[in-house]
């Protein structure tokens, strides 16, 4: 029992004093803001197999459209299924990422993680920018493996590299939008319940929309749910910045995309930033 | 500015403090004072709002009611400061179950802004002091439960902080584990640390603390050192569990006699409680008497008094199973090997 018996305490470490001004305040929250995405990073390292089945996942999906079901697919006005595919699965993989944010989030919530945090020093904003900049890199990453992937299969962009470098930035725009929606599910139903929703939402809300079918193939009613879905003003704007086939439908949401594809994800932030804020103070409360 | 709190301010002190979930209050006029570098145990059971009042103190809820400052500084209008001198071990083990215990602390340090660095080396020194420096590379999800709260506690100490919060150390934990969080505590207590702790159990709270305030439903019922509850509560106890139901009123007389106290029966278990004054000398008489008496014993044990009965001296015997004491009370919140782990004595 001598091995656990605690030494005389140490002598008493220096606390770094409180930040003196906005500039010191805002360096502090973006140093915290990383050590907190770092733990995510240190994850994969040491747990490497659950990042990469999540990798593999939108590889099989790809699969599946284009060789199992692709053969019977017909894009409306004509073009390559598989170049009408990848954009979708791109946004695709963007709204898969809502489950893994949710999950850390009920995890730590649920373990006294968070109200660890709560209860230390540090800045208050550190939790949720350290889950948004470890969730973006998550995502980037698959991003860039599933455009490696498209490659393979088929896919290329043919519009200039400015273009579908904005592209990928409407992507991750989305994905950051989507950060602030998981935070705020996995705050309010801590544990397991929150995962559940999203993990059966993810498909639905993937699939209403112009993702795989145009939605001029739809019902009526059911196309226009689809084309006023977020993920498909991504996807259509998406599409017209690479160059491949759109299929784009007549109504003004479908033919406005590239702005609605701004437009939603800050829309999203704008309702659900503040959400996340006033919840994260007040857990429990 | 608030001016800066006098020196010889307590570690916490609490006034009337009131908080509500919904409609139902949690606590209501709840009072407690700790002072400078002792041990305050908050005794009560399941849902009497010891955690409530920990998460109101460690400005992680917003009283409704009262004020309370903790080293000092409000917690409703001075939260930063607060947290700035308090460590929070809470019920669950917070900490990474991937990450290695030195990583942890080195992630638990960073976010207390030692930089890269100091927080190296402060893990280095408080895995040191916790007795986890050979735990090496393995994830915290390897750990014993024991050696989870130890690390829980090194987390909680990264800036040494004046005041230390202790949610239930040893809910859940094997009588070894315990022991190990037990001694722990004592450390940070030999280094000038004030802590405030939770707990059911009232052998945790006589060991630990220097005060102990037993909370029911949301407020203080009783305070004082162990030593005066034990003295209002009554001391220890025998119980004697019997073979046989029939013998039961014939045995209850000779212990009885032999303690000089009146006993409890519970015939559904075939026990009878008493209270002795000199512990072994009574149990010795009582086992005596029972022998001569041709009475057949299934187990004799020497205790401490149950949660449970203390909260029947504190609350009396209230009418009714219908009352919340009464129905913790035969709920048995309190785990046996808790509290019978002083002193026992079979045949």
Redesign the interface.
């Given at each position: 029992m001598n091995r656990t018996a605690p030494r005389p305490a140490a002598p008493a470490v220096p606390a770094p004093a409180p930040p003196s001004g906005p500039l010191h305040r805002l360096a502090w929250a973006a140093a915290d803001g990383w050590t907190v995405a770092r733990r995510d990073v240190t994850h994969w390292l040491r747990q490497p197999w659950e990042p990469l089945f999540g990798l593999l996942f939108p590889v099989l999906m790809v699969l599946m459209f284009v060789y199992l079901l692709g053969g019977a697919m017909s894009v409306p006005g004509g073009g390559d299924y598989t170049e009408y595919l990848m954009p979708g699965m791109f946004a695709m993989v963007m709204v898969f990422g809502l489950g893994e944010t949710v999950t850390a989030v009920a995890a730590d919530s649920a373990r006294g993680v968070t109200d660890r945090f709560r209860s230390m020093p540090m800045s208050a904003s550190a939790v949720v920018v350290g889950r948004c900049l470890a969730d973006m890199l998550r995502s980037a990453a698959a991003l860039v493996v599933l455009i490696g992937f498209g490659s393979l299969v088929g896919w290329q962009w043919h519009g200039s590299a400015g273009a579908a470098l904005a592209g990928f930035g409407l992507l991750l725009l989305l994905r950051f939008a989507l950060v602030w929606i998981g935070v705020y599910v996995g705050l309010v139903m801590r544990g397991q319940g929150g995962i559940a929703v999203i993990q059966t939402l993810e498909f639905p809300i993937g699939f209403l929309s112009n993702a795989f079918v145009a939605t001029a193939t739809m019902p009526v009613w059911l196309g226009a749910v689809a084309d006023w879905n977020p993920m498909s003003s991504t996807v259509a704007a998406v599409r017209g910045l690479f160059g491949n086939p759109a299929a784009a439908g007549d109504g003004w949401v479908a033919q406005n995309a590239l702005l609605m594809a701004v437009v939603w994800p800050l829309l999203l932030v704008a309702v659900f930033a503040p959400l996340c804020v006033h919840r994260y103070r007040n857990l429990d409360g | 500015m608030a001016p800066a709190p006098a020196r010889t301010a307590p570690a916490v002190s609490a006034r009337g403090i009131g908080r509500r979930?919904k409609d139902r209050w949690a606590l209501r006029g709840f009072d407690l004072e700790v002072g400078r570098g002792t041990v305050h145990g908050l005794l009560g059971p399941n849902g009497a709002g010891k955690s409530t009042a920990v998460?109101v103190l460690?400005?992680?809820?917003r009283p409704h009611e009262g004020t309370a400052e903790v080293a000092g500084y409000d917690v409703a209008a001075q939260g930063?400061?607060v947290?700035?001198r308090?460590g929070?071990v809470?019920?669950?083990?917070?900490?990474?179950e991937?990450?290695s215990g030195r990583?942890n602390l080195e992630?638990?340090g960073?976010?207390?802004?030692?930089g890269g660095r100091?927080a190296a080396r402060?893990a280095a020194?408080?895995l040191?002091?916790?007795?986890l420096s050979d735990t090496g590379k393995r994830?915290v999800g390897t750990y014993s439960g024991?050696m989870r709260r130890?690390l829980d506690l090194a987390?909680g100490m990264?800036?040494?902080p004046p005041v230390v919060f202790l949610d239930e150390p040893t809910t859940g934990l094997d009588p070894r584990g315990r022991?190990?969080v037990w001694?722990?505590v004592?450390?940070?207590v030999?280094?000038?640390?004030s802590v405030l702790l939770t707990t059911q159990y009232l052998e945790e709270a006589d060991r630990l603390a220097d005060r102990i305030s037993v909370v029911d439903t949301g407020h203080v019922i009783a305070e004082g050192t162990p030593a005066e509850l034990k003295s209002r509560i009554g001391g220890d106890r025998i119980d004697v569990v019997l073979h046989d139901e029939h013998a039961l009123a014939g045995a209850a007389a000779l212990v009885e006699e032999a303690t000089g106290h009146s006993v409890r029966t519970a015939p559904e278990e075939r026990r009878i409680s008493a209270e002795v004054d000199d512990r072994a000398a009574s149990l010795t008489r009582a086992v005596r008497a029972l022998d001569e008496g041709g009475v057949a014993v299934a187990d004799v044990v020497l205790r401490g008094p149950s949660l449970d009965e203390v909260f029947l001296h504190l609350t009396g015997p209230r009418a009714g199973t219908g009352s919340p004491a009464a129905a913790r009370v035969t709920g048995g919140t309190a785990a046996p090997e808790q509290q019978d782990t002083r002193q026992e004595a079979r045949r």
């Open positions: - | 979930f998460r460690t400005t992680l809820l930063a400061r947290r700035h308090i929070l809470g019920q669950n083990a917070a900490v990474d991937v990450l990583q992630l638990f960073r976010l207390h802004h030692l100091a402060r020194e408080l040191d002091r916790f007795g994830p024991g130890r987390a990264i800036l040494d022991d190990e001694s722990a004592r450390g940070l030999g280094g000038g640390t």
